[in-house]
């Protein structure tokens, strides 16, 4: 089999079809896994050159939170190997671009972050780029991996240990983050793969965590975090 050998990691089928669907020939996908567990397995059996993981997976030991499954599967996967002996690389593709999800998976051992908003074209060259050892981000969360793990922390260090975003459950942080910015209820459905009644609950639960009555005060809460 020649080209690189890609392992695809997200808990929506819908989601590892398309992905499969747009990767160029020379990116071979030899396996996809679906929660932690089956994705340590898979690199275990498949030691495919990249693994393009999803950030928040279920079916971890982990306590929910930032980027609990994705990170937890590669501190799982740490010292796993390709056959040329190189190591197996991990580039995160999450529909989430929030600063506390990126640090993270990349403290994790990611070697690169892009958003589902990214096109075909660019995802391919990054998980070629990512196999070949670089690391690879888009410009905003470039600045966030900067942020952390420059001389002088920055906002996004702080964003890792807010308390009141710690009440939040993964995906309650996404619906959180996606209604903040404006995105109407069935816009948040469609780019997370849930219900509308299952966003409201999950807007009424993000309201009730932390005391606030509004989608405006939500917006101005995520504001001043700099999490939109």
Same mark, same amino acid.
Request: aromatic fraction near 4%; charge should be neutral; charged fraction near 25%.
């Given at each position: 089999?020649?080209g690189?050998?890609?392992?695809?990691?997200?808990?929506? $089928?819908?989601?590892?079809?398309?992905?499969?669907?747009?990767?160029?020939?020379d990116?071979?996908?030899?396996?996809? $896994?679906?929660?932690?567990?089956?994705?340590?397995? $898979?690199?275990?059996?498949?030691?495919?050159?990249?693994?393009?993981?999803?950030?928040?997976?279920?079916?971890?030991?982990?306590?929910?939170?930032?980027?609990?499954?994705?990170?937890?599967?590669?501190?799982?996967?740490?010292?796993?190997?390709?056959?040329?002996?190189?190591?197996?690389?991990?580039?995160?593709?999450?529909?989430?671009d929030?600063?506390?999800?990126?640090?993270?998976?990349?403290? $994790?051992?990611?070697?690169?972050?892009?958003?589902?908003?990214?096109?075909?074209?660019?995802?391919?060259?990054a998980?070629?780029?990512?196999?070949?050892?670089?690391?690879?981000?888009?410009?905003r969360?470039?600045?966030?991996?900067?942020?952390?793990?420059?001389?002088?922390?920055?906002?996004?260090?702080?964003?890792?240990?807010?308390?009141?975003?710690?009440?939040?459950?993964?995906?309650?942080?996404?619906?959180?983050?996606?209604?903040?910015?404006?995105?109407?209820?069935?816009?948040?459905?469609?780019?997370?793969?849930?219900?509308?009644?299952?966003?409201?609950?999950?807007?009424?639960?993000?309201?009730?965590?932390?005391?606030?009555?509004?989608?405006?005060?939500?917006?101005?809460?995520?504001?001043?975090?700099?999490?939109?």
């Open positions: 089999m020649s690189l050998r890609v392992l695809l990691v997200d808990d929506h $089928a819908l989601v590892r079809s398309g992905v499969r669907a747009v990767l160029p020939p990116l071979v996908v030899v396996g996809e $896994a679906d929660d932690v567990g089956s994705a340590v397995e $898979a690199v275990q059996r498949h030691a495919p050159d990249v693994v393009l993981l999803d950030v928040h997976l279920p079916g971890g030991d982990a306590p929910g939170g930032a980027g609990s499954g994705g990170a937890e599967v590669l501190r799982r996967c740490a010292g796993a190997q390709r056959a040329d002996g190189q190591p197996v690389r991990f580039l995160a593709l999450s529909v989430s929030a600063a506390e999800d990126v640090i993270a998976v990349v403290r $994790a051992g990611a070697r690169g972050y892009v958003t589902k908003s990214v096109d075909a074209a660019s995802l391919a060259d998980v070629r780029r990512v196999a070949e050892g670089d690391a690879v981000f888009s410009p969360l470039a600045g966030f991996v900067l942020d952390a793990f420059g001389a002088v922390g920055g906002a996004a260090e702080v964003a890792t240990t807010d308390a009141e975003l710690d009440r939040l459950s993964a995906r309650e942080r996404e619906v959180m983050r996606l209604i903040a910015r404006g995105y109407a209820y069935k816009d948040v459905a469609r780019q997370l793969f849930i219900s509308v009644k299952t966003v409201e609950t999950h807007v009424s639960a993000v309201l009730r965590k932390l005391q606030l009555s509004s989608r405006h005060e939500l917006t101005r809460w995520a504001s001043d975090r700099r999490l939109l």
